[in-house]
């Protein structure tokens, strides 16, 4: 704990670059991939349409074309990204829609070639909670033998009436056990939460990030709502039935939520992308650089405040 409270002192919180330097030795490169699956919230299984946040690609407008096979994304992802990363190491991240939504033996056939690559160091999958049958977690496990697995579950919120209003399609209880199953066997859970969703006040929002600490996640993934073209939200946007956050609200909502987890929590993302041309609201979200400047900015006052009161 000594290294990380250290790593959080001079950082003001325990970055995915702080972790992946300190567990790797180096840093690592995120390739956002594509395993060619759906979503029980848009195949009809639990409902139609996903999430009502949700764009046309499922979370994962980045990921790369997955009429490609793994071996051609990856490398597609590598020629994306290699004026900003010249190592050798990275993260294959399964992230659009549910990744986890097929037979296993599909999922091995996906899973096992991607792992077994010398240039992959962290096999991550972005999935649903009610989608962790006894056969995919055996599957897992198995894989996380041979490298590190995490597995990123979408809460977004604790709360029953705002789960019901975006369409999740199972209860907090779900995630909980997912969380406890995947701990159990191995895996890093990386859990994400959207700041900002409607009707939600600062307390609600507060009792999210605290109980995804109390949960057990490895690491946790902050984003703020992104109104997008294209989806229900925007039509309830447009209705006026809810208001986004502002800047000063978000990067104090940031700032508190940091505070309340466990010194140990991974912070993967403070804040994350919307896609330009989609983005409704809030429009000062859209310069991520300043967003993220800013959040430090008040982390590190919060820390000068605090290590006055503590000389006092």
């Known amino acids: 704990m000594d290294d990380i409270t250290k790593l959080r002192g001079g950082r003001r919180y325990y970055s995915l670059d702080s972790y992946l330097k300190n567990t790797f030795g180096k840093k690592l490169y995120k390739l956002s991939l594509s395993g060619g699956m759906s979503c029980p919230n848009r195949d009809g299984k639990i409902s139609f349409g996903g999430c009502i946040f949700c764009s046309s690609g499922g ?32 993260i294959a991240y399964f992230q659009a829609y549910t990744n986890t939504y097929a037979p296993v033996g599909y999922l091995e056939r996906l899973f096992r070639p991607v792992i077994m690559r010398d240039d992959i160091a962290v096999l991550s999958i972005a999935t649903r909670p009610d989608c962790l049958e006894d056969d995919k977690l055996e599957l897992l496990a198995g894989l996380a033998e041979i490298k590190p697995v995490w597995v990123e579950l979408g809460l977004q919120t604790i709360h029953p009436k705002t789960a019901e209003l975006i369409n999740r399609g199972y209860d907090t ?10 701990r159990s066997i191995g895996i890093s859970v990386i859990t994400h939460m959207i700041i900002g969703l409607p009707h939600e006040s600062r307390d609600d929002i507060l009792k999210t990030a605290e109980h995804i600490g109390k949960t057990g996640s490895d690491g946790i993934k902050l984003q703020l709502l992104h109104v997008l073209e294209n989806t229900r939200l925007a039509e309830m946007y447009r209705r006026g039935e809810f208001d986004v956050l502002s800047e000063n609200e978000y990067i104090s909502l940031v700032a508190d939520i940091i505070s309340i987890l466990p010194e140990n929590t991974v912070i993967h993302r403070l804040t994350g992308d919307g896609n330009k041309k989609e983005l409704i609201a809030p429009k000062w979200s859209g310069d991520k650089r300043r967003v993220l400047n800013l959040i430090n900015h008040e982390l590190k006052i919060r820390n000068i405040i605090q290590g006055c009161r503590k000389s006092e």
């Open 173 to 182: 209880e779900c995630y909980d056990e997912a969380v406890k199953k995947l």
């Open 59 to 90: 979370s994962g407008d980045f990921a790369c074309d997955c009429s490609d096979d793994t071996d051609r994304q990856i490398e597609a992802a590598k020629e994306l990204v290699k004026n900003k990363f010249d190592g050798e190491s990275y």
